[in-house]
């Protein structure tokens, strides 16, 4: 599986949020609470969503997991929200279905990035839904992101 090497510019994600371990987290409870609050944000394009990730701990596994739109600022964040800004980065994207994120997140880390000549970048990591992601449709594709650097 070969990624798509692109530059995404600085952007400010707003929702709620979740720590703990995967195993632990209802990730899909999160999304479903998040999903009729989305005309709270008023900044915000609903049709575009974003699951990141970031604040990984090798020791205990835990880390945080924010369901959240792209919006223009960060000044109006709904109560039971928070805010995160992402750094302008380069990214290997990797297309899948929801049925494939995990098996594809362990393949661009196990074996497509030992031997990419790149290296995992500092900052969040995210899933990219866009326009015409249908969450029903088990065929609809998403887009995991993978934050990089040249690995010389």
């Not at 109560?79 to 380069?90: D, F, L």
């Amino acid at each position: 599986m070969e990624p798509q090497i692109v530059s995404k510019p600085t952007m400010t994600l707003v929702g709620p949020k979740l720590h703990g371990k995967l195993e632990g987290m209802d990730i899909k409870a999160l999304w479903n609470g998040f999903g009729p609050r989305m005309a709270e944000m008023k900044d915000a394009n609903p049709a575009v969503c974003y699951g990141a990730m970031d604040n990984y701990s090798e020791a205990t596994g835990e880390f945080d997991y924010l369901a959240a739109c792209e919006a223009k600022t960060a000044a109006a964040v709904p109560t039971g929200m928070v805010s995160w800004n992402i750094p302008a980065q380069t990214y290997a994207v990797f297309p899948c279905t929801l049925p494939q994120v995990g098996e594809t997140w362990m393949t661009a880390y196990q074996q497509w990035l030992p031997q990419s000549g790149y290296q995992r970048a500092a900052g969040p990591e995210f899933e990219l839904y866009d326009e015409q992601f249908n969450p029903q449709d088990p065929a609809a594709v998403l887009y995991l992101y993978v934050p990089i650097v040249n690995a010389n």
